[in-house]
């Protein structure tokens, strides 16, 4: 009988831990679908602002530069509910508090050189009517239980527009196009194998960088790595006279880019030294390799797949003729039933860079081909960027909210997850991506349902997990994408006649170019001047006095209540001391 009564008790506690879990699954889902209902929402707001376009009128003084403006000061709000002032100067460091914005928006942008563009200044013009969306989803939630911290929306063009605004000590050096949440969300799950050079002339200094062409390009790598998320599969590879795997954790397949392994293999990748021949045959063999072993042990987003290939050289082992490499390189490429494996972007790095064979392998597979004679960190990582413009230009539909596991936020609110969807106007045919609508969500208020770490991550990849579907692209498509450049934080077309895979295109494919609007929306009076307005930043960043807390949002609506009730007993007091007594 005890036998028996045991076997029923653990019987009754499994059905017991189940029903919990299906009920934490359960809210859990509920909770993330609201702020996925957020960021529809979102979505249709910029497709809106969009779609009138050239009937947009812009007033530029209704959207501030978040390091430049006197508004700051002025209609700021004391919190202590998105992190302290990230000020260093004297005073501010013990600021418990911070300055925000409730009524609109602040605008950031990658670099100076961007900031007056017509194409970023177009977009902040048309995006400019989310400050509504934005403070109706602040005043409907309840702050506490939604966890919601910031919303923003970045552009193609590397604008971002951020809700609350708050003061930055820089706002042109932020690129949100190279964050994880960016790229995931335009791309979708994918795998990705980088394989690097690492023969004896990456050792080469360029007069113009403190670095060889071995440290950019790490650096390069190392940027490219972070823009990845656990979504993601990937692996490096470092060749020379032979090529071998980067490898984390004895494992010689892709691994699920989680923010510790990302850690841990661009510790690998700093380990790298030059030495050695250059063997191109090795190298994209053991990158199929990769690709292919993961398959088989199901280790592997089961999504879009891409090599990106960087080189300061030719090939002086393993098979050098480019048609007999070019020709090997399809054959690894190719699946049983005749389609590409994957995707193939080559770089070549330096100004002294071999061209025609790295060229021609993107040519013949399909790819982008980059020549990178601006040599420098910021520049490589730009160019490397190709590959995520590739898929968001060539994506097919909407795409689906994607969510990253929880980080801390670069701003300041703490520990974080960001749920992001990519807009595309699906009017204009082929459609055109927009950028990323998104939301920061606070992870305490996920611990709430569930402070299971392990069961959170799960949830957020399944509701994460659809691939980005890639239309088959038209020569003249991919000929446009390869006259893009990418430099300072901008985005530009140009007709470089080394660029074209097939120099007859030329003529027939025309580059797009910025559409002018009639009504001169993008007044740039602002844009111009705004740098030159000077606000103190520990003014504009921290509340009161600097070792005093201000009071919560809900603090201070509950004093405001108590204020109103005093206020309105008063007043009964007096009409009723006024009605009774004689006059």
């Given at each position: 009988?005890?036998?028996?009564?045991s076997?029923?008790?653990?019987?009754?506690?499994?059905?017991?831990?189940?029903?919990?879990?299906?009920?934490?699954?359960?809210?859990?889902?509920r909770?993330?679908?609201?702020?996925?209902?957020?960021l529809?929402?979102?979505?249709q707001?910029?497709?809106?602002?969009y779609?009138?376009?050239c009937?947009?009128?812009?007033n530029?003084?209704?959207?501030?530069y978040a390091?430049?403006?006197p508004?700051?000061?002025?209609?700021?709000?004391?919190s202590?509910d998105y992190?302290?002032?990230?000020s260093?100067?004297?005073?501010?460091?013990?600021c418990?508090?911070r300055?925000l914005?409730?009524?609109?928006?602040?605008v950031?942008?990658?670099?100076?050189?961007?900031?007056?563009?017509?194409a970023?200044?177009?977009?902040?013009?048309?995006?400019q009517g989310?400050?509504?969306?934005?403070?109706e989803n602040w005043?409907?939630?309840?702050?506490?239980e939604?966890?919601?911290k910031?919303?923003?929306?970045?552009?193609?063009s590397?604008?971002?527009?951020?809700?609350?605004?708050?003061?930055?000590?820089?706002?042109h050096?932020?690129d949100?196009?190279l964050?994880a949440?960016?790229?995931?969300?335009?791309?979708?799950?994918?795998d990705?194998?980088?394989?690097?050079?690492?023969?004896?002339?990456m050792d080469f200094?360029?007069?113009?960088?403190p670095?060889?062409?071995?440290?950019l390009?790490k650096?390069?790598?190392?940027?490219?790595?972070?823009?990845?998320t656990?979504l993601?599969?990937?692996?490096?590879?470092?060749?020379?006279?032979?090529?071998q795997?980067?490898?984390?954790?004895?494992?010689?397949?892709?691994?699920?880019a989680?923010?510790?392994?990302?850690?841990?293999?661009?510790q690998?990748?700093?380990?790298v030294?030059?030495?050695?021949h250059t063997?191109?045959?090795a190298?994209?063999?053991?990158?199929?390799?990769?690709?292919?072993r993961?398959?088989?042990?199901s280790r592997?987003?089961?999504c879009?797949?891409?090599?990106l290939f960087m080189?300061?050289?030719?090939?002086?082992?393993?098979e050098?003729?480019?048609?007999?490499?070019t020709?090997?390189?399809?054959?690894?490429n190719?699946?049983?039933?005749?389609?590409?494996?994957?995707s193939?972007?080559?770089?070549?790095?330096?100004?002294?860079?071999?061209?025609?064979?790295?060229?021609?392998?993107?040519?013949?597979?399909?790819?982008?081909w980059?020549?990178?004679?601006?040599?420098?960190?910021?520049?490589?990582?730009?160019?490397?960027?190709?590959?995520?413009?590739?898929?968001?230009?060539?994506?097919?539909?909407?795409g689906?909210?994607?969510?990253?596991?929880?980080?801390?936020?670069a701003?300041?609110?703490?520990?974080v997850i960001?749920?992001?969807?990519?807009?595309?106007?699906?009017?204009?045919?082929?459609?055109?991506l927009?950028?990323?609508?998104g939301?920061?969500?606070?992870?305490?208020?996920?611990?709430k349902?569930?402070?299971?770490?392990?069961?959170?991550l799960?949830?957020?990849?399944s509701?994460?997990?659809?691939?980005?579907?890639?239309r088959?692209?038209?020569?003249?498509?991919?000929?446009q994408l390869?006259?893009?450049v990418?430099?300072?934080?901008?985005i530009?077309?140009?007709n470089n006649?080394?660029?074209?895979?097939?120099?007859?295109l030329?003529?027939?494919c025309?580059?797009p170019?910025a559409?002018?609007?009639?009504?001169?929306?993008?007044?740039?009076s602002?844009?111009?001047?705004?740098?030159t307005?000077?606000v103190?930043y520990?003014?504009?960043?921290c509340?009161?006095r600097?070792?005093?807390p201000?009071?919560?949002?809900?603090?201070?609506?509950?004093?405001s209540?108590q204020l109103?009730s005093?206020?309105?007993a008063?007043?009964?007091?007096?009409?009723y001391?006024?009605m009774?007594?004689?006059?």
């Open positions: 009988m005890a036998a028996r009564g076997y029923v008790f653990v019987v009754f506690a499994m059905v017991v831990s189940i029903t919990v879990e299906g009920t934490i699954d359960e809210e859990l889902s909770f993330l679908g609201e702020k996925e209902e957020l529809r929402t979102l979505e707001d910029v497709l809106v602002g779609q009138r376009k009937g947009t009128q812009c530029f003084d209704r959207n501030i390091c430049s403006s508004v700051l000061e002025e209609e700021s709000v004391c202590q992190g302290v002032s990230i260093t100067d004297a005073g501010c460091t013990t418990s508090n300055k914005s409730m009524s609109r928006s602040y950031r942008t990658p670099s100076r050189e961007a900031t007056c563009t017509d970023l200044n177009m977009d902040i013009c048309l995006s989310l400050d509504n969306s934005f403070r005043m409907s939630m309840d702050k506490e939604s966890g919601v910031w919303q923003f929306f970045a552009s193609q590397g604008m971002y527009r951020m809700f609350p605004g708050v003061a930055q000590e820089r706002c050096d932020y949100p196009r964050r949440w960016y790229v995931s969300a335009t791309t979708g799950p994918k990705v194998v980088i394989v690097i050079d690492s023969s004896d002339s200094r360029p007069s113009t960088s670095l060889t062409l071995m440290g390009t650096e390069a790598v190392t940027s490219v790595l972070w823009t990845l656990h993601d599969y990937v692996a490096v590879v470092s060749f020379a006279t032979l090529a795997q980067l490898t984390i954790q004895n494992k010689n397949t892709l691994i699920r989680t923010r510790d392994n990302i850690q841990a293999l661009t690998e990748v700093r380990r030294e030059p030495n050695g063997n191109f045959e190298a994209f063999r053991t990158a199929f390799d990769i690709l292919r993961s398959e088989v042990v592997t987003a089961g879009n797949k891409m090599v080189t300061d050289g030719e090939p002086t082992r393993g050098r003729e480019p048609e007999q490499l020709q090997i390189i399809s054959s690894l190719q699946r049983e039933d005749g389609s590409k494996f994957a193939i972007f080559t770089y070549s790095v330096g100004e002294l860079a071999d061209t025609t064979i790295t060229k021609k392998i993107a040519c013949n597979e399909g790819g982008v980059s020549e990178v004679e601006m040599v420098g960190t910021a520049s490589l990582a730009e160019q490397l960027s190709q590959y995520f413009d590739y898929y968001g230009t060539l994506r097919e539909g909407q689906q909210v994607i969510w990253t596991e929880p980080y801390m936020d701003f300041g609110a703490g520990e960001t749920g992001a969807k990519a807009v595309y106007n699906t009017t204009t045919v082929p459609q055109t927009l950028g990323v609508v939301i920061d969500v606070a992870i305490s208020a996920t611990e349902i569930t402070t299971d770490k392990q069961d959170l799960d949830t957020l990849r509701r994460s997990s659809s691939c980005a579907d890639i088959e692209s038209s020569e003249c498509e991919l000929e390869r006259q893009k990418y430099e300072q934080g901008t530009r077309y140009e006649s080394a660029k074209w895979c097939d120099p007859s030329a003529q027939e025309t580059l170019v559409e002018q609007c009639d009504n001169q929306y993008q007044q740039y602002n844009c111009r001047n705004h740098s307005e000077k103190d520990v003014a504009a960043s509340c009161s600097y070792d005093e201000c009071p919560s949002f809900t603090t201070r609506i509950s004093s209540l109103l005093i206020s309105v008063a007043l009964l007091s007096f009409l001391v006024n009774i007594l004689p006059s």
